[in-house]
Nanobody
Framework: VQLQASGGGLVQAGGSLRLSCTASRTILSVFRSGTWDWYRQAPGKQREFVARINSDGTPTYIDAVKGRFTISKDNAKKRLYLQMNSLKPEDTAIYYC?????????WGRGTLVTVSS
């Protein structure tokens, strides 16, 4: 396992969570130059792309989370974040982080987010 996501949990609709993902096995230059993504997989559904942050910090989001989620990274800590606000029951899923770098692709275990109505 190369990446470990954390920060998931049970939250009521309208609440917030902050997910983290640490790429502890990468070196700084690899993390800094890579493109890092958050995906999610809801029960009974296919995995879905959620957000991306490029090496220059430019974010991309799917329409369903625009204005509610914010992706960011701390290069020095080799850590990726996903701040999730105004959560909805349909955000319930296992969230995964992945990376695409010059040294290869990174992936790992996800963290479960459950949003109750």
């Amino acid at each position: 396992v190369q990446l470990q996501a954390s920060g998931g949990g049970l939250v009521q609709a309208g609440g917030s969570l902050r997910l983290s993902c640490t790429a502890s096995r990468t070196i700084l230059s690899v993390f800094r130059s890579g493109t890092w993504d958050w995906y999610r997989q809801a029960p009974g559904k296919q995995r879905e792309f959620v957000a991306r942050i490029n090496s220059d910090g430019t974010p991309t989001y799917i329409d369903a989370v625009k204005g509610r989620f914010t992706i960011s990274k701390d290069n020095a800590k080799k850590r990726l974040y996903l701040q999730m606000n105004s959560l909805k029951p349909e955000d319930t899923a296992i969230y995964y982080c992945e990376g695409d770098t010059y040294s290869g692709k990174y992936w790992g275990r996800g963290t479960l987010v459950t949003v109750s109505s």
